[in-house]
């Protein structure tokens, strides 16, 4: 019988911890994407050889100051991990609470998967490489870490609309549907425009931030 009236009170303190534990988390979420970039843009202007229209943002870890890069993935990466707990504990027992933080999960892991695997030079930077790009074992892995990564955010953005839709966020809800396709669209079109796959690829970064933000004040009974 004692055990019984005492277990509550070690239960509710520790649940109670993981939801007050739950915001702080949430943070890395919502200022990852917007300080990855920040970092990216500022060194694209300085960095001699670097061209938005020619470059992407990865090629940045090349090169003399390629750390300054690479630890932004670092900590990018480990930002959306602590994002991806604090939706798991925010979300707990919702419609797509257990997929959406798990893939969103995934995109910080690729971030860490970048910092690992290096991109190729090429199309002039760092200054002094070639126009053309030869494929290298760790530039592929870099490449396929990325599509994954990324195929996940977008997979995630689909399962997040239902806890959105769930809060009456309808309007958030339909744009957590659009907005994959037009990352994907970036993605597609990479090819031929490099400055296009690094406004799809930002515009996902923006709008995961957005989305943790707004599952992190909206209460679940609205």
Do not use: K
């Not at 202007?45 to 229209?53: A, L």
């Not at 300054?68 to 604090?86: D, E, P, R």
């Amino acid at each position: 019988m004692t055990d019984m009236l005492t277990a509550p009170r070690h239960v509710l303190p520790a649940a109670s911890a993981s939801r007050s534990a739950a915001p702080w988390a949430m943070a890395g979420g919502v200022v990852a994407g917007p300080l990855f970039l920040a970092v990216g843009l500022a060194q694209g202007f300085v960095r001699d050889g670097f061209d938005f229209t020619r470059n992407a943002i990865s090629q940045l870890a090349l090169g003399e100051w390629g750390w300054v890069q690479t630890a932004s993935f670092v900590l990018t990466g480990a930002l959306l991990i602590a994002g991806a707990t604090g939706l798991r504990r925010v979300l707990r027992d919702v419609p797509g609470g257990t997929w959406g933080p798990a893939l969103v999960g995934v995109f910080g892991v690729s971030f860490w998967a970048a910092a690992a695997f290096p991109a190729d030079a090429g199309a002039g930077f760092p200054v002094g490489a070639p126009e053309g790009t030869v494929m290298s074992g760790h530039g592929a892995a870099h490449m396929f870490g990325g599509m994954i990564g990324y195929l996940a955010l977008c997979a995630a953005f689909f399962v997040l609309a239902r806890p959105l839709a769930a809060r009456g966020l309808r309007s958030w809800a339909v744009a957590s549907r659009v907005v994959p396709v037009i990352v994907l669209a970036g993605f597609m079109a990479s090819a031929a425009s490099v400055l296009a796959f690094t406004a799809g690829a930002g515009l996902g970064l923006l709008w995961l931030s957005a989305v943790t933000a707004r599952l992190a004040g909206t209460p679940a009974d609205r």
